[in-house]
């Protein structure tokens, strides 16, 4: 099936069957599937299923029979792919022609909200700022700017795990911003709907305006 190739994010379990469901909430995208019984693909927005198609042997199998043998098999590899705006949308409309979209899937929106760049760009026009990703369970969705983003987003995973268990164990409310200070430059993440955006800076960034342009975007996210 000619689908855009995206970018690759890395490998996840079976999302189908709750084992690693949270790994593809947030991502808009492709699930390349390898399993000894075929191939197929699976496309997501947001972590919503819109289509699938699976082929073994001589038989193809589209939509909602796609997911049930891909959910019957025991795939080797499922790998998941991250898409920009134009490959989603050109994936949407490859798939609406080769009639692969899920049955109840009659208004599939053709733009992911939460993936827009003009929010990104936001921040990465602030003067200092390097380089910002929007991130989800450790793997970068969408970025902007010069940095090993799959670094970033694992990094910021980690960094993000640990700031909410100590705020937990502190009883100090939910996390707003986390900032991580040095003399090489800045990392602050905050969360952005079932996202987190994480920023790079330099050392000598305006730490404030930063805070407040985030803010702000939270606060449409809301």
Known sequence: MNLPEGTP???????????????????????????????????????????????????????????????????????LRSYTTDEYILAVETCRKENLLLQDETNIPTIPDLLDESILRKVLVQPGVIAVSAFSDGFSVQSLGEADFDQVAAMAEDLLRAGIKIAKDMKIGLIDQIILETNSGKIIIAPYGDLFLCVFTGPDVNIGLIRVVLKSIQSEAR
Do not use: C
């Open 9 to 79: 994010l890395g490998y996840i379990n079976n999302p189908l069957q709750d084992k690693d469901v949270q790994r593809i909430i947030g991502h808009v995208g492709l699930i390349k599937i390898t399993a000894q019984q075929g191939g197929g693909a699976i496309l997501i927005d947001q972590g919503k299923i819109v289509a699938a198609f699976f082929s073994s042997g001589d038989k193809l199998y589209f939509g909602n029979g796609a997911l049930e043998i891909i959910n019957a098999t025991t795939p080797e590899k499922m790998e």
